[in-house]
């Protein structure tokens, strides 16, 4: 861990609806949780740990993110081996998956952020940001130094989970700031657990502790 960075402040833990947790996306005050074991999203009251509504995914869930009365899902193969081709999938709230998918640029995609009007979805080991149409054309490509394992838009601007790779327990959260033609990158904090996703609740982030099973909510960096 980065011992020049101070740490984030944990505002509290609550156990996971599902094993291995992946998956997460803020809907004011409630969570959508995706698990890479039983392949199915949750949603989930996050102040009383109580599950609202289950449903079977239609492959591995990735990134979540809202669209309004919808959630966008990236979805990859369900079986380890797989050729794990993702692809982003809508699902309607209180019904299910709907049948049209739009393909990831590449086969590849983790993480999705929406900022009410465009979509954008994450490369991990191509360190970039994919703006999307919506029939999944790429319509800008916003590099970023590290390795995102988790994205969320706030106030116009990205905040990331980054680890430098795969090989090395280095987790920080960075805010990027697309708006202007050269990106600017500001390292906020160090993570001390490898966090996967990253949400918004209006007030705190939230992001899963995979490897424990946890959601973990943390006090927004000044």
């Not at 698990?35 to 609202?52: C, D, K, M, W």
């Not at 990134?63 to 794990?84: C, K, Q």
């Not at 994450?122 to 390795?147: F, M």
């Not at 657990?193 to 992001?207: M, N, P, Q, Y």
């Amino acid at each position: 861990m980065n011992q020049t960075l101070s740490t984030i402040e944990e505002l509290l833990r609550i156990p996971a609806p599902c094993p291995s947790p992946v998956g997460l996306a803020c809907d004011g005050p409630d969570l959508w949780i995706g698990s890479f074991e039983t392949n199915r999203i949750y949603g989930l009251v996050a102040q009383q740990g109580r599950v609202f509504e289950e449903a079977v995914a239609p492959g591995r869930p990735f990134g979540i993110t809202v669209t309004g009365d919808a959630l966008r899902v990236v979805l990859g193969d369900s079986h380890e081996g797989g050729a794990d081709d993702r692809f982003i999938r809508r699902y309607i709230m209180g019904k299910d998956f709907k049948s049209e998918a739009i393909a990831c640029p590449g086969g590849a995609g983790s993480f999705l952020a929406y900022d009410g009007d465009r979509l954008y979805l994450s490369q991990r080991d191509n360190k970039v940001i994919l703006e999307l149409d919506e029939r999944g054309t790429v319509l800008r490509t916003i590099p970023v130094p590290r390795q995102i394992t988790g994205m969320v838009i706030v106030a116009g601007r990205f905040y990331l989970v980054t680890t430098e790779s795969r090989d090395v327990d280095d987790y920080r959260l960075l805010c990027l700031d697309a708006r202007k033609e050269q990106p600017e990158v500001h390292e906020l904090a160090a993570i001390p657990f490898g966090a996967r996703s990253l949400g918004f609740d209006g007030t705190k982030f939230w992001t899963n502790c995979r490897e424990e099973n946890t959601i973990v909510a943390f006090a927004k960096p000044d």
